[in-house]
């Protein structure tokens, strides 16, 4: 069974950073696209940053130049830098890992941004 362990969420005032992690076995992180995405209440989960296995990165808009997706493979990781933060970045926040036509997720982090 394929896990993906997150942690780092928390609740964090506007204008503060935070550090997303998520660890999970070599055998699937060495060939997974590692993402974060999240939701916020009431609304559909959405694409944060992706990180392929060459490092190659993409970000929704919204979080461009505040953020920052990056992978350390001796650690099979995957870290969401977060900084800036406003009160619309309040979500939960999944990590995700995709093999080919596979997906696998996380439990989820909430992040909460007071203003």
């Known amino acids: 069974q394929v896990q993906l362990v997150e942690s780092g969420g928390g609740l964090v005032q506007a204008g503060g950073s935070l550090r997303l992690s998520c660890a999970t076995s070599?055998?699937?992180?060495?060939?997974?696209?590692m993402g974060w995405y999240r939701q916020a209440p009431g609304k559909q989960r959405e694409l944060v940053a992706t990180?392929?296995?060459?490092?190659?990165?993409n970000y929704v808009d919204s979080v461009k130049g505040r953020f920052t997706i990056s992978r350390l493979n001796a650690r099979n990781a995957v870290y969401l830098e977060m900084n800036s933060l406003k009160p619309e970045d309040t979500a939960v926040y999944y990590c995700?890992?995709?093999?080919?036509?596979?997906?696998?997720w996380g439990q989820g982090t909430q992040v909460t941004v007071s203003s």
């Open positions: 995700k890992a995709s093999i080919g036509a596979s997906d696998y």
């Open positions: 070599a055998n699937i992180f060495s060939l997974a696209t």
């Open positions: 990180i392929t296995t060459g490092s190659i990165t």
